[in-house]
């Protein structure tokens, strides 16, 4: 079987280095690995609808925003198909099958769903739609046969959900759905970084992102404004590297060669923690190394969406061809559940034929 993987994002703002750290530099090193037939890179602007339906704009225009993040951290078309999720209009047949085989009460269990409706505070008013996600992700993720779907732990519900759609299925009509596996990130520290403020997580509404369109001064001024430990007010002062954003940061960000470069009095991340906890050690030396840390990995991100920028028109031609390539993988797996669950009335010459008999016997 081939291995494909299936990720993508919701256009509902530019990406930030959570992002980053989190999927899209794993995307990339798993795109150019070579150990993946196909990979899929889906902007989830028909999901992103569910909850922003009363602001369409908003989602349009952060269609580019997110190509070209994608484009400036490397993400390749001539190797990862880039697509739109609404241009895949197969995709929303595949989810009104699948609503047959999911109950109310298995959406109500699902913990990503719950946790997400509280966080919108949704309540009674859950659009059907949201409601519904998991159910429209698993369209997504069979759509293209993806085997491997690269995610976070809080969202290994929704892929179980998939798996449980794929089952069901398959037993029921015919085994033609690909069970998908999950792909966990290899980075503890990147599972989930929390915002500049010291909140648990990014979120533009709260304005605590760095994003990786930022310019090089922006960067270094949220840097410079991160939240570190509020017990360490002098310099002597022990400090404390639970909750410590800055430390979070250069968990997920520093290599032991940075030091070398921007901070030789310490061999490596461990020896500057160290320090840092026993007092002595200022937090602004650690936020202006964590800040050169962090520009050396956006610098030629930044140097590569300024490129993009140049040509916005030939950005929108490459999600239309990565969007028709799609279409048509999804197409064919539609063809695939529709015999499966012989509704494909008109190319089923068999059916036909019988019929035909059936009247003029």
């Known amino acids: 079987m081939k291995k494909t993987i299936l990720t993508g994002d919701r256009p509902t703002g530019r990406l930030h280095v959570g992002h980053y750290a989190g999927s899209l530099k794993r995307r990339v090193e798993l795109q150019n690995s070579g150990n993946y037939d196909k990979i899929f890179i889906m902007i989830a602007d028909a999901q992103a609808l569910t909850d922003n339906f009363e602001n369409p704009e908003k989602v349009r225009q952060n269609i580019i925003e997110v190509a070209l993040d994608y484009l400036s951290c490397g993400l390749d078309p001539q190797k990862s198909t880039l697509f739109i999720q ?92 690909v069970e998908p596996e999950v792909l966990l990130p290899d980075n503890e520290a990147c599972l989930r970084l929390p915002g500049i403020d010291g909140k648990q997580k990014m979120s533009k509404s709260l304005g605590n992102c760095i994003y990786l369109s930022d310019t090089e001064e922006e960067v270094r001024a949220k840097v410079m404004e991160m939240y570190t430990d509020p017990l360490h007010i002098k310099v002597t002062d022990p400090g404390h590297l639970e909750g410590n954003t800055v430390f979070t940061y250069l968990d997920a960000f520093s290599k032991p060669e940075h030091f070398a470069e921007y901070l030789s009095d310490y061999a490596n991340l461990e020896e500057l923690k160290d320090h840092y906890t026993r007092g002595g050690l200022g937090d602004m030396k650690v936020k202006r190394f964590l800040n050169s840390v962090l520009q050396e990995e956006l610098s030629p991100i930044r140097a590569r969406r300024a490129e993009y920028e140049k040509d916005i028109p030939a950005v929108y031609e490459i999600l239309r061809k990565g969007s028709e390539a799609a279409r048509e993988v999804a197409a064919e797996t539609l063809s695939d559940v529709k015999r499966a669950m012989k509704i494909n009335y008109f190319e089923d010459a068999e059916l036909i034929r019988a019929q035909s008999e059936k009247y003029h016997s």
Do not use: H, W
């Open 86 to 177: 609404s241009q895949i209009q197969e995709l929303c047949e595949l989810t009104f099958y699948y609503m047959n085989l999911v109950t109310v009460s298995r959406l109500q269990r699902n913990p990503t769903v719950k946790s997400e409706i509280k966080m919108r505070d949704f309540e009674t008013s859950i659009p059907v739609g949201f409601f519904n996600y998991p159910i429209s992700q698993a369209a997504d993720i069979t759509a293209f046969r993806a085997t491997t779907v690269p995610v976070g732990e809080d969202q290994l519900p929704m892929i179980e959900q998939t798996r449980e759609i794929v089952r069901k299925f398959n037993s029921i009509y015919e085994e033609v759905l």
